[in-house]
Nanobody, 125 residues
Framework: QVLLVESGGGLVQAGGSLRLSCAAS????????MGWFRQAPGKERDFVAA????????DYADSVKGRFTISRDNAKNTVYLQMNSLKPVDTAVYFC??????????????????WGQGTQVTVSS
């Protein structure tokens, strides 16, 4: 069992930045690829970014490339999402998730074993 707790969400103006954190319980954090997803009201949960177990492989959704950066610190059992140049379309609840099936993670929510409760990110215009 892995417990994931996100933090760092909030209200920011367009063009601003936020840094999300996701703290994981347990001693097996490095056994999981980690992903960030987001879900806007009335929409499906969309892939944002994924990072491999050791951090050597990273993938981003096209919509966030060049603006968002995913990273992890296995010593601290934490994954981060640095979000810069935020836009109103980035407004959503952001979730972190842990994937044991694939070394580098996945684009698909169904491939992830554990989820956090989500943190709201609101970008005003």
């Amino acid at each position: 069992q892995v417990l994931l707790v996100e933090s760092g969400g909030g209200l920011v103006q367009a063009g601003g930045s936020l840094r999300l954190s996701c703290a994981a319980s347990g001693r097996t954090f490095s056994s999981y690829a980690m992903g960030w997803f987001r879900q806007a009201p009335g929409k499906e949960r969309d892939f944002v970014a994924a990072i491999s177990r050791s951090g050597d492989s990273i993938d981003y959704a096209d919509s966030v490339k060049g603006r968002f950066t995913i990273s992890r610190d296995n010593a601290k059992n934490t994954v981060y999402l640095q979000m810069n140049s935020l836009k109103p379309v980035d407004t959503a609840v952001y979730f972190c998730a842990a994937c044991s099936r694939y070394y580098s993670g996945s684009l698909y929510p169904s491939d992830y074993d554990y989820w956090g409760q989500g943190t709201q990110v609101t970008v005003s215009s």
